[in-house]
């Protein structure tokens, strides 16, 4: 006979009281590649991590074929050749192959906001200028503290392409006051992001709180734009995992190599994020 807990009944819900009536706003969804971006369950990506074409493209394969990842992330200052747009290109056609049609963020993480590679602004804006009309791009990473003349041109030259842009923010040291957080999303909206991005670093619980709250107030008050807010490192985990709840609408999760500190493995994520998901929806 399974044990049951003393007063439980089949017939009587532990509670009878129905779920109180919750005001959440959601985000103006998007599809790219038919994955709805800020609708439902947040949506995983997964980054590549090598360093040279055969590495990027045996993990391309891998995300490719792995249902728990929904997008695929090309993080271009791991290569060897990062600043070369030719090969990257190339590279690139062959990595959206690889990925089996998962749409693909393509990445270049400055060493200022905690990538591999330093790179001039210029050079930066020159290297995602060549690499906007080769085609092989879905959304594109921006950092909102480039140059703001890059900035704003490599925006308006990605959304003539049809190319959506996720303009961000890092800090792997620290993380800064909840309206400092608001500050940096709203002028990433107001730069024309169709997806608004920060990755902090927290240094105890109440920093995991801030970035929760500010991603939330965000969405309550400020924009309906989809989010892709975390705390990174293991105490900011739970960030990653919960986002449904207040307001971030994309995660990042690993297979085998983490680019971050926190991520966690893509399986275990979705399965987070479908328990979530279904509390929420249970409880409409
Ligand atoms: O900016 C981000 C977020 C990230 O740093 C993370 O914390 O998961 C992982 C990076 O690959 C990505 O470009």
Not at 178 to 205: C, H, S, Y
Not at 215 to 227: G, H, I, L, V, W
Not at 235 to 252: I, Q
Request: charged share 20%.
């Amino acid at each position: 006979m399974a044990a049951s807990l003393p007063h439980a009944s089949a017939a009587a819900p532990a509670t009878s009281a129905a779920a109180a009536p919750v005001s959440v706003r959601h985000a103006a969804f998007f599809s790219v590649r038919g994955v709805a971006i800020g609708q439902g369950a947040p949506k995983t990506i997964v980054p590549t991590t090598g360093a040279n074409a055969e590495q990027v493209l045996q993990q391309a394969q891998v995300i490719g074929a792995n249902p728990n990842a929904d997008l695929i992330e090309f993080r271009l200052d791991y290569l060897d050749f990062a600043t070369d747009p030719a090969r990257i290109a190339a590279l690139g056609k062959q990595v959206a192959v690889a990925a089996q049609g998962k749409p693909m963020i393509v990445t270049f993480r400055t060493k200022a906001e905690g990538g591999s590679k330093e790179i001039s602004d210029a050079d930066y804006g020159k290297l995602y200028a060549a690499l906007i009309p080769a085609g092989f791009i879905d959304l594109l990473d921006l950092e909102m503290f480039r140059a703001p003349e890059v900035v704003s041109a490599l925006v308006a030259q990605s959304h003539a392409k049809g190319i959506k842009v996720v303009i961000s923010s890092h800090d792997f040291h620290a993380t800064p006051a909840t309206a400092e957080i608001i500050t940096r999303l709203r002028r990433q909206d107001a730069l024309g992001a169709d997806v608004l991005k920060i990755a902090v670093m927290p240094k105890n619980p109440a920093d995991v709180l801030r970035l929760m709250d500010a991603t939330e107030q965000m969405r309550a008050s400020y924009s309906d734009k989809p989010q892709l807010t975390m705390s990174m490192g293991g105490l900011g985990a739970v960030t990653r995992l919960s986002g449904e709840a207040f307001g971030s609408d994309l995660t990042f999760g690993m297979i085998g190599t983490p680019s971050a500190p926190g991520q966690v493995d893509v399986g275990q994520l979705r399965q987070v994020l479908n328990t979530v998901h279904a509390a929420i929806d249970g409880n409409k």
